[in-house]
């Protein structure tokens, strides 16, 4: 038992948290998501208008430390705007309601106080690109033809990315892969992504989609990017307002932003990949 338990804290100080929290927390998400989309997808978006909200929260209180005051109420009236457009309106709602939703922000910013505007607006406009307008593939994927399917894909991808990139690195990892951004995350760890990810998704599309394995090959490898591209952003943006966390409401894992990042950059491009495959019937 001592041995297990130095193990585990070995294990937790390596990676940089807790692991069993984080597990039961990944569990307890997963159940959530996909029981809402089993008994009504409305629940569903319920689920995500409520967690992206959170997020804007997050991301406020963050810019608060970094010395940048933008109105929280602000963010949730543009976050609420984009997710209701994605869900009722498709993908032009989203875009419509994205042009029109940053033009006002940056005017309410510029009313409120005119110090710091570039700093302040740039901020705010970032903040509703980053979260409700990648949250609303999300919403995107769940209002499509076959959303258990296409949500199940996503989270595949983003889960055996995360997953195996930690596993590879903790094992093996030995080559920084962006020391200055995110000193754990190492080559060893994104090649481990990507052999685990490209087969986990072809493995979807063969047996859940009933689809060719070929797709879900190249849909993998476009994950990986995605979601890499997604978990460095987030870094980058902690390591520049010098905090080690978004939050602290999921256990082992920080914040909702923190479990969420790869996710919010991986959905457009499986959106987009299933557009592909459903106009040019590949």
Known sequence: ??????????????????????????????VVVFGALK??????MVFVW??????????????????????????????TGLLAAAWWGKVSGLAVATAFAIPNVMVSILIISPKDFVKRSTAAV???????????????LAKDTNPIGKIFTLVVLVSCNDTFAYL?????????????????????????????TTVGASLVFYFVLNDRWWLGAIIGVMGVTTATCGDLI????????QIKDMGSILP????ILDRVDSLLFTAPAVWFVFELIKHYKL
């Open 252 to 255: 082992g894992h920080g914040g």
């Open 234 to 241: 987030e870094s980058a943006l902690k390591r520049d307002l």
């Open 50 to 79: 409520i967690a992206m909200l959170l997020a804007n929260r997050e991301i406020v209180r963050a810019y608060l430390g970094g010395g940048i005051q933008i109105p929280l109420s602000i963010l949730l009236v543009a976050n």
């Open 1 to 30: 038992m001592d041995d297990l338990h130095s193990l585990n804290e070995s294990i937790n100080q390596k990676a940089g948290r807790k692991l069993l929290p984080s597990i039961l927390v990944s569990l307890s998400i997963l």
């Open 39 to 44: 008994i009504n997808p409305n629940i569903f």
């Open 168 to 196: 590879s690195g903790l094992f093996f990892g030995k080559h920084p892969l962006a020391p200055h951004i995110s000193p754990k995350k190492t080559w060893e760890g994104l090649i481990g992504a990507l052999v685990a």
């Open 126 to 140: 970032f903040a509703i690109f980053y979260i409700p307008f990648l949250a609303g593939f999300i919403l995107l």
